[in-house]
């Protein structure tokens, strides 16, 4: 179960928005770089580390995506008193928002507090009321002047939280999706042997529309395409059973359909298959409301793809406290890395 805590701490503290993932993004090169045969950049800001097949007469193509942005914010107005209001970058639940530290990233970086109408003076009404986005703002405890010194209309806002160890678990903002570029750099490193050309994709943009990883596929044009990405766990109280798609500790998932994919049986079947023969720990996710770059790699490349994903368990999703479990991310890495490495023993044409 050990996994190097040290660098998912890193890869998940370091800034990266929708759109703004620059920080992510020489990270990651920094990193892959010494790992893969040829890293590139796309126009986009996608990072694409090539490892070559070492049994592959035909050139065939995996595409492994793992998407680097985090859900984030947009400056949208500073007003006469120095407070910024904003627009959101990627899915949020309002009440989440509610007494948290972010970072806005102007000509240098400025804590801010998430501030909204205190209860204290709130109606009976307002009190029931379930909040809005557009209730909060974000205050730097600067005037007007000092902030637009820093701060300009545009600049990105990221959520504030460190990475802890909890128990057998991790937990800190944007395990979605910096657990997924972990474990795809923690695969770089161990997968010596791969069947077909391997193009590690670290896309971007994803919580805003797949937009990278459409982007990424159409230029790749893969044969295969396996998605890194989070799913549900609702293993916590007043679940039931049928609610939960997914557990921690239970083992990496497998995706067999979300909301914008229905992934091919084949790649399904392959991947249980490859996970029974290795005894790695898998659960199946059926995930009915949400997408994953799953659906850009399937439709965008010019024959589509023979596509599917590996899920990671990840509770209180798209909050400062997403959790998942160092069990079923050290699963994620040892499947992830057989497939690569067996994918040309299977029959795709049954």
Known sequence: MDI??????????????????????????????????????DNIGNVIAIKKGKRNPDGKRVMIAAHMDEIGFIVTHIDDNGFLRFHTLGGFDPKTLTAQRV???GKKDLVGVMGSKPIHVMSAEERTKLPKSTDFFIDLGMSKEEVEKYITVGDPVTRDRELIEMGDCVNCKSIDNRVAVFILIETLKQLENPAYDVYATFTVQEEVGLRGANVAAHGINPDFGIALDTTIAFDVPGAQAH?????????????????????DYRMVEFMKQTADKAKIS???????????DTAGVQRMGKQGAIAGAISIPTRHLHQVIEMAHKQDIADSIALLKTCLEEIDQYDWKH
């Open 4 to 41: 190097n805590v040290a660098l998912l701490k890193e890869i998940c503290e370091i800034a990266g928005a929708p759109g703004f993932e620059k920080r992510v993004r020489d990270l990651v090169i920094d990193l892959v770089t010494p790992l893969a045969d040829e890293v590139k950049v």
């Open 282 to 292: 898998w659960q199946p996710e059926i995930l009915v409301a949400g997408g994953t």
């Open 103 to 105: 970072i806005v990233h």
């Open 243 to 263: 609610e939960k798609v997914t557990e921690l500790g239970k083992g990496t998932a497998i995706k067999i359909m979300d909301a914008m994919t229905i992934c």
